[in-house]
């Protein structure tokens, strides 16, 4: 604890929390000493434990077998495990892998400290299983629109450094090994700015250097989702790709999603929520992070950060309360308002991708098109980039293969020159001896 540095203090508490969860402490102007301990323990009325969280989401999918499936799996380097739950949910099981599907990959917890979102993780899940409901949503709607997902749900994606947080070290954010997990992928990879903060930030020895990364990155190429949300807390906001730098993608796709964004912002946030690039809307640029390789990299078409909580008044070494709600009225209103927002945003971005899907439809009325090949070709993009290496190995192994004819033609032919040599020199003897 007493490693960690002094750092300071600016004007706006707010941007105090979004500095915490998004990036670097630095930012900001007076002192204050981050050490000591964190005056606000965590309140186990409110929160589960891992374990025990763990096991509600267990029990929940043993109870839908239909709907639900778990799988849990687990991933090393150099001597560091880690281990990583994912659940699927499909209405019906057995459609799990139609394609006209829209496919949902969510995170949660990626940061240690923001047990909040992993709440989250459970209340959503309940609600897909059916066994809470939304106020005020008409449940055939809703049933209309789950039939049509596929969502896949990481409620804990960074179990060791929550470990390390539930055993005291409540302003933890990164893995088990101190690596930011939010720090750890290729776009833009280790990049630092000047305020680097190595206890806040650490981006690993390489992109990919650590086994969650590994396993969130195989997870995402094979389920190949149409739509991203990493959730974290620290402050309210909805924000798109980029975080390495302080723009938005080009292009109407990317307008659209920060339609959909502002939209959201008015039903569920009440304004309150930044809307934009994480990069731009947060004042300084994060590299290596998991929506920006999700968008530039993975081509998820939609891709997003949201960050559903964040208490500003908070003291700067009182992470638990900095990160996550205290009191049972706004640990439920941030459960109920966000898992509502989550449901909406489920709801536009289907409806977006269905426009999306129709107006590439209608210009090739003549072919199917699949629902992976819409949106200016971002998925076409990323298959015939795989193609294109599919293209690369096969060609080495035809020229493997016709270097391999030619050696054995040459030696076909060798064989048969010695073997002349040698008959043109037994020739005469033979001759000799008959003559
Ligand atoms: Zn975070």
Known sequence: MGSRRDFSLSSTPSLLVILFCFGPFSHINAKVNLTGPSSTPINRDLYHTSDTLMEQIKALVHRHPDKLYMETFRSKNKGYHADMTVVTYCRNRKQIDDKSKYRILLSFGQHGRELITSELALRILSILSKEQSLPNVDPLSLHNLFERLVIKVVPMENMNGRELVEAGDLCERRNGRGVDLNRNWSVDW??????????????????????????????????EPHIWINVHSGMEALFMPYDHKNTTPDGLPSYRMKLMLQRLNHLHCKGRCLVGSGGGSVGYLAHGTATDYMFDVARVPMAFTFEIYGDGTASAK???KMFNPVDQTTFNRVLNDWSAAFITMFNISTHELDELRSNTTASNLDKFVSIDDYLNGYLMDRRSRYEKKMEVLDLGMQEIRTYFRLFFLSSVLLLLMFCCRISKRIRPIISGTTF
């Open 190 to 223: 280790g990049k630092k700015e000047k305020d680097y903060d190595p206890y806040e930030e650490n981006p690993g020895t390489a992109p990919f250097s650590e086994p969650e990364t590994q396993m969130m990155r195989k997870l995402c190429l094979s389920f």
């Open 318 to 320: 009182d992470c638990f």
